[in-house]
């Protein structure tokens, strides 16, 4: 059962990620299948700036609403930046990196959640 703590980072991420137009956004729920986290948030954006601004405007909001992440990788390069704020890892990539990781293949045992069902 994921704890409402992470549904709500979820949401705030997600809504985070949708503003700055982020493409093919996957929610999973590993919370059953893995203890690393309740949530992977798998987003893609069409260059650097792109995929940073996505990052930065995750690490704002989430940093608003009192959440601070435990480690941040990949911002540099920004071809996949990992966010990992313990309950919920956030991955955004580029899209050529997307594809070669398919995290969504290889975490595929999670289910996928709508955001909808975030609200409930």
Known sequence: MVANNSKEMAKIAVNALEEK???DLKLLDISEVSVLADYFIIASGSNRNQVQAMADEVEEK???AGFTPKQVEGYQTAN???MDYQDIIIHIFDEENRLFYDLERIWRD???VEKVDLEA
Request: aromatic fraction near 8%; proline fraction near 0%.
């Open 110 to 112: 999670g289910s996928l």
């Open 62 to 64: 989430l940093g608003k």
């Open 21 to 23: 137009k982020a493409k």
């Open 80 to 82: 996949w930046i990992l």
